[in-house]
């Protein structure tokens, strides 16, 4: 083994070492580690009276349920912050893409007796179809149009759907398909955040690859990119597709668990793409971070004031009967006290009290150093990443 493989192994293994990480990375680590132990922490009879109270839920089985459903969620404001976020192409109607991945699943596997597997395999290449129908009128079109766009789209889906009603069941669904794993409320749990982690996993890669910095250049400025010798219309496209994907993904799998049913009110309603935008905005719209917590955030709060039956003196109303009513007032306070997103004022607040104080002007989406902060911009910096790589592939200068 070479001195530089050596190197390279030895970088690689402290990038591993969870000691070494950043302190918001250590943070994200344990969040991971409660995830992963959770089924067992709520199976502990104190922990799980626990969780009776705190969890939108009768019982800890129940409670498990619900945070499945929130992690499905939390996969669908990643798909909308992966295109979105980064690009910023802002889509009004992201449900279109959950709707074709899990109408095209159920279909698949009620109509034709395909097993799950491959129907869930179906409703994500059509959902990615769908992308590249969404993303071709991105290359022509932009800004308030574009959402325009974006917003008919499942609109006019919808309408299909009521007007072959003896296919697609109109606005009342599909009954439930077949459930992947069966009905266990820890192995739904565990199929749940596994795909949570895959996907993060994913885009949190590919976001911060030369491929994430294109896409962050694109939104800063396409002239730019074009003027880099860069294809902003390959990187577009590539884009609205990745996020149809996996947004098709989430909602295949979605719909056969006994969390989610192939319905309009579940995939593809206004409530839901209003909601996806408000949980990528709150975390942190270009962070993948920002939009899983953001969306774990909107999926919980709301189920949880529901279930809180305290009625407040001067109103003479429960909690309950005025949950969306909270859910609203407290969205728009946190959008207003962090407008760059929870977040970034999280990792700003976190780097004052170590000292290193850059306040959230000089910060990246992904939480890093800003391009500007760097002494270059996003297109810049990916034109140096090739030439370094290039460099390193067929020699280069040796000076």
Do not use: C
Not at 23 to 50: C, D, E, T, Y
Not at 203 to 229: F, K, M, Q
Not at 231 to 258: D, E, R
Not at 347 to 365: K, N
Request: proline fraction near 5%.
């Amino acid at each position: 083994m070479t001195d530089n493989s050596k190197s390279r192994l030895r970088l690689l293994l402290g990038q591993l070492n969870p000691l070494g990480l950043p302190l918001r990375q250590k943070i994200g680590v344990l969040g991971l580690a409660f995830l992963i132990a959770l089924p067992l922490l709520v199976s502990l009879p104190v922990v799980g009276q626990l969780v009776v109270i705190i969890l939108p839920a009768n019982s800890w089985e129940l409670g498990l349920y619900n945070v499945a459903a929130a992690l499905f969620f939390a996969m669908f404001a990643m798909s909308w912050d992966a295109v979105s976020g980064y690009t910023g192409e802002i889509s009004f109607g992201h449900g279109l893409f959950f709707a074709v991945g899990g109408y095209t699943s159920a279909l698949l596997n009620m109509g034709h007796g395909l097993s799950p597997w491959i129907s869930i395999l179906g409703g994500v290449l059509l959902a990615a179809l769908a992308g590249v129908m969404i993303g071709v009128p991105a290359l022509r079109i932009e800004g308030p149009y574009l959402s325009l766009v974006t917003l008919v789209a499942p609109l006019i889906l919808l309408q299909v759907f009521i007007f072959m009603s003896d296919i697609f069941g109109g606005e009342q669904g599909l009954s439930n398909p077949d459930n992947l794993i069966g009905l266990g409320f820890v192995s739904n749990y565990f199929l749940a955040l596994g795909l949570f982690l895959a996907i993060f996993a994913l885009l949190w890669a590919l976001t911060r690859s030369n491929t994430g910095s294109i896409l962050t250049a694109i939104r800063e400025d396409e002239d730019a990119v074009s003027a880099a010798g860069l294809s902003k219309a390959k990187f577009k496209i590539f884009a609205f597709v990745l996020s149809g994907a996996i947004g098709g993904l989430a909602g295949a799998v979605y719909v056969h668990t006994p969390v989610g049913s192939p319905t309009p009110s579940e995939l593809m309603s206004v409530i839901i793409n209003v909601e996806v935008i408000i949980a990528a905005v709150l975390g942190g719209m270009g962070t993948i971070v920002g939009a899983a917590l953001g969306g774990l955030f909107v999926a919980m709060v709301p189920d949880y004031l529901n279930l809180v039956e305290f009625t407040v003196p001067v109103l003479g109303k429960s909690i309950s009967e005025m949950s969306f009513f909270l859910f609203a007032i407290v969205t728009l306070f946190l959008l207003n006290i962090f407008p760059g997103g929870v977040l970034r004022w999280g990792i700003a607040l976190g780097r004052r009290a170590t000292g290193r104080d850059g306040g959230e002007e000089g910060m990246a989406a992904d939480g890093g150093q800003s391009p500007e902060d760097a002494g270059t911009n996003p297109v810049a910096q990916t034109m140096e990443r090739y030439q370094e790589y290039y460099d390193n592939m067929f020699g280069g200068d040796d000076e």
